[in-house]
Nanobody, 114 residues
Framework: QVQLVESGGGLVQPGGSLRLSCAVSGSIFSIYAMDWYRQAPGKERELVAHITSTGSPNYADSVKGRFTISRENAKRTVYLQMSSLKPEDTAVYYC????????WGKGTLVTVSS
């Protein structure tokens, strides 16, 4: 059974940083691309960052220069380093394994507020 578990969310002040982690089990990890999505209250889920199986990243314009996606294949884990956080980054953050139709975690809440 494929499982994705996100962690690292929490409350942070504007301008602060957080690092999210997503651990994958039950699947080969290294050959698949991975995504981070987020969903803010009342909004649709949006793609934040993508990393290919070989480690090439892509970002939404709204987070470019502030967020960094990376992966550690030996640990079957993908990370999202978030810096210079803004209140509009408040959302539930989900990771996705791009295998078949896609596998999702349950999300971790990030709240940016003073």
């Amino acid at each position: 059974q494929v499982q994705l578990v996100e962690s690292g969310g929490g409350l942070v002040q504007p301008g602060g940083s957080l690092r999210l982690s997503c651990a994958v089990s039950g699947s080969i990890f290294s050959i698949y691309a991975m995504d981070w999505y987020r969903q803010a209250p009342g909004k649709e889920r949006e793609l934040v960052a993508h990393i290919t199986s070989t480690g090439s990243p892509n970002y939404a314009d709204s987070v470019k220069g502030r967020f960094t996606i990376s992966r550690e294949n030996a640990k079957r884990t993908v990370y999202l380093q978030m810096s210079s956080l803004k209140p509009e980054d408040t959302a539930v953050y989900y990771c996705k394994l791009n295998r078949n139709i896609g596998y999702w975690g349950k999300g971790t809440l990030v709240t940016v507020s003073s």
